[in-house]
């Protein structure tokens, strides 16, 4: 089967930089996508990974070692509109499910 | 302009019945997709779709059917609603299948009471 992990909640402060860590074990690799999701509203996309390393993006950046099977979401500069959910998803090379979402990390950004 | 429409936004209805959920896109995309969002906000794929080839994923009840009368609408028909299908159902669509960011709709909240 595929496995996703991520933390189910963490909470961070305004201004500050929070680090969100999603681990995947799945049959079959062909990148990696983080989205943001807001309450109530449709996942928007964030960064994707392919190759091993960081690519940045503004204030986030995201990180992938294929090798161990990790990823992580670097947000910096917190806000208060940061506030959402971060679905980390791992586009598989075939099958039946081509992009396998994790069940997300839900941040919350306190004053 | 809107790029993933989904339509209703909600949706309420009783067990048993048979109801369709829309989604048009106007990005030229080749590939479209429905997903399921349970309570626990678990983003889960049910199917996959491009001009060649529907991906099924195999948990999906048979009761669930995408209809795309062209390359632009993947509708989702329910048959014989239940209690489980309450859910948060969005549409996405992308150009090809592999390594392209995926734009997802508003979402459809079903409701089955």
């Known amino acids: 089967g595929q496995n996703i992990d991520q933390p189910t909640e963490m909470t961070a402060t305004e201004g500050a930089i929070v680090q969100i860590n999603c681990t995947y074990q799945?049959?079959?690799?062909?990148?990696l996508f983080w989205y943001q999701q807001h309450a109530g509203e449709a996942p928007t996309f964030l960064s994707y990974n392919v190759l091993d390393g960081l690519e940045e993006k503004g204030r986030f950046s995201s990180f992938l070692s294929r090798s161990k099977g990790y990823s992580y979401l670097l947000l910096k500069e917190l806000q208060m509109k940061d506030s959402a959910s971060y679905l980390c998803?791992?586009?598989?090379?075939?099958?039946?499910?081509?992009?396998?979402f994790g069940k997300g990390t839900r941040l919350s950004v306190i004053a | 302009d809107t790029a993933v429409s989904q339509t209703p936004k909600y949706l309420v209805t009783q067990m048993g019945n048979d109801k369709s959920i829309k989604c048009e896109q106007n990005l030229g995309h080749d590939t479209m997709y429905w997903y399921k969002q349970d309570s626990k906000k678990f983003l889960k794929i049910m199917f996959s779709?491009?001009?060649?080839?529907?991906?099924i994923n195999e948990t999906v009840p048979n009761r669930f059917s995408p209809k795309s009368p062209d390359k632009a609408h993947l509708n989702l028909h329910i048959n014989s609603l239940e209690l489980g299908d309450s859910a948060v159902y969005f549409c996405?669509?992308?150009?090809?299948?592999?390594?392209?960011?995926?734009?997802f709709g508003p979402g459809t909240r079903l409701t089955v009471l």
């Open positions: 996405a669509s992308s150009q090809g299948f592999d390594l392209n960011e995926q734009f």
């Open positions: 998803a791992v586009i598989l090379n075939s099958g039946n499910t081509p992009l396998v």
């Open positions: 799945t049959s079959g690799f062909n990148g």
């Open positions: 779709y491009n001009n060649k080839e529907l991906i």
